[in-house]
């Protein structure tokens, strides 16, 4: 079984930064996909980046292409999402999901992702 926790996220002005974390305990593989998500009030999950625990896959959404890293700590267990430029539209609840069977073609789903951390609120302001 495996468990994700966030850490990260808060209130930011326009064009600042923020990074969060998810942590993965538990019995992880390098196919592993982990995702990036969004959840803005009434609209549904998106996707914004993924890699999988090797870190030799990356997809980062057209809307945060050149704003948004997402990189990989792998003696942690880490995947981190750093943000930098960020605008008011990127306010969402951020989710961080696993799949654990390293479907990378099917990471747009977000049915695929077994284990999903608790959710952090990013909210930006202009």
């Known amino acids: 079984q495996v468990q994700l926790e966030e850490f990260g996220g808060g209130l930011v002005q326009a064009g600042g930064s923020l990074r969060l974390s998810c942590k993965a305990s538990?019995?992880?593989?390098?196919?592993?996909?982990m995702g990036w998500f969004r959840q803005a009030p009434g609209r549904e999950r998106v996707l914004v980046a993924a890699?999988?625990?090797?870190?030799?896959?990356?997809y980062y959404a057209d809307s945060v292409k050149g704003r948004f890293t997402i990189s990989v700590d792998k003696a942690e267990n880490t995947v981190y999402l750093g943000m930098n430029s960020l605008r008011p539209e990127d306010t969402a609840l951020y989710y961080c999901?696993?799949?654990?069977?390293?479907?990378?073609?099917?990471?747009?789903?977000?049915?695929?992702?077994?284990?999903w951390g608790q959710g952090t609120q990013v909210t930006v302001s202009s």
């Open positions: 538990g019995p992880t593989n390098s196919n592993y996909v």
């Open positions: 890699n999988n625990l090797s870190g030799t896959n990356t």
């Open positions: 999901g696993l799949d654990a069977r390293g479907r990378w073609s099917q990471r747009y789903d977000s049915n695929i992702y077994w284990y």
